[in-house]
């Protein structure tokens, strides 16, 4: 049984460009999040897929978009980035439902200069 | 606005003592709270978890106290020891379809050999 992976783990991009991570989610697990960590913050809830479908979303703008692929795998698009998106991002992968817990990858660190 | 809190940025103990990590929520709707440790570079990993219809989980060292009048949760650990050494992230979701959920800011634990 694998785990979650992230790539790339670090990431340098500059203001305006675009930015693509990458997400392979636990084995069996259908449902994938994302997470922005801002240094010295908690996680923030970015949005969730479940079975290439997006069903829930935090208060982040639409630059933020996503996929979720048919082997759950996912990716997390920022468009027209912005100084403030430097951050830790964290993609989590669950079986979904009421009452389970969602395992982390490693994370990809982005920094925006 | 901060949903979840974790008002203690950092503790420090002694090796074999207890420690308590707090945690309080101000959203009625959570009925299911979690406990992640962090280590650098690594990914938040899942600790224990409590249902609210429980007041108590524990888990070999790791004990978690619900108390829902209060809206405030506590993780407790003990022996503590060394390895125990991370950030600590209280989190909390509501019961919908959505499986998002809100972090506190953490409190990084530093046991003392």
């Known amino acids: 049984e694998t785990g979650v992976t992230q790539s790339p783990t670090h990431l340098i991009k500059t203001r305006g460009q675009q930015v693509t991570l990458r997400c392979s989610s636990q084995s069996g697990h259908n449902t994938v999040s994302w997470y922005q960590q801002a240094l010295g913050q908690g996680p923030q809830f970015i949005f969730q897929?479940?079975?290439?479908?997006?069903?829930g979303r935090g208060n982040f703008p639409p630059r933020f978009s996503g996929l979720q692929f048919p082997n759950y795998s996912s990716e997390l698009n920022v468009n027209a980035l912005e100084l403030d998106d430097s951050a830790l991002y964290l993609c989590a992968s669950s079986l979904g439902g009421r009452s389970t817990e969602a395992f982390f990858g490693q994370g990809t660190r982005l920094t925006v200069v | 606005d901060q949903q979840v809190k974790q008002n203690s940025p950092s503790l420090s103990v002694q090796e074999g003592r207890i420690s308590i990590l707090n945690c309080d929520y101000t959203?009625?709707?959570?009925?299911?709270f979690l406990w992640y440790k962090k280590y650098p570079a690594e990914g938040p990993t899942f600790l224990i978890s409590?249902?609210?219809?429980?007041d108590k989980n524990e888990d070999g060292r790791f004990t978690v106290f619900l108390n829902k009048s209060a809206k405030h949760l506590s993780l407790h650990i003990v022996p503590s020891q060394p390895g125990d050494s991370a950030v600590y992230f209280c989190?909390?979701?509501?019961?919908?379809?959505?499986?998002?959920?809100?972090f506190g800011t953490g409190t990084r634990l530093t046991v003392i050999p």
């Open positions: 409590i249902s609210s219809i429980k």
């Open positions: 989190a909390a979701k509501a019961g919908t379809g959505a499986n998002n959920l809100f």
């Open positions: 897929y479940y079975r290439e479908e997006e069903n």
């Open positions: 959203n009625s709707m959570f009925d299911y």
